[in-house]
């Protein structure tokens, strides 16, 4: 199976999305998967786009690039996938600001976790006291079964879409870049 990375169509430096309030809240529910998300009823969500990212490109992004790895995907985005996306993903509105202009977007909590790594064929780093962490290339398991999009089980930070995702987002004209892993 093929499998893809996301990328923002805005391809210059500072282009992030910084998220306002708790980030490791935010990562532990989104990423680390700790099913605790009550805060999220009594907080609003909030994003700043960094320098380089002008009002025009938000308007037309329809995936931004978060410091954290939370997927930011555009209102179009969600009228086109959260009916397929349904069991894969719960969306939670975000206000992104950029020079003084709120757009809503929305922050994709990917509910699929799955063994995405070929540990065995991907580098490694060894760090000064003698641990290793996973490195580039990683190598994404070919034999997976059929999903959208999902994280990996063990480096949970890591995650893919697939080849009918990409197609998906072609075909209905969204604005995002995909590029194959490994």
Known sequence: MRTYYIQSIVNKPETLIVFQGNTDRLVKCFVLNDNNDKFLQFSKLVGVAQRNLREKDLRMCDYLQ?????????????????????????????????????????????????????????????????????????VINKSLDNFLIARDKENKSEWVVSEEFKNTADRTGLKMKFYETL
């Open 66 to 138: 978060g410091i954290v790895g939370i997927p930011i995907f555009s209102s179009r985005f969600m009228n086109e996938f959260s009916p397929i996306l349904n069991n894969e993903v719960d969306f939670y509105p975000i206000e992104i600001q950029c020079n003084g202009i709120v757009e809503e977007f929305y922050l994709a909590k990917i509910k699929n976790y799955i063994d995405l790594i070929d540990y065995e064929k991907s580098g490694f780093r060894t760090l000064r006291d003698g641990s290793k962490i996973l490195s580039h290339p990683r």
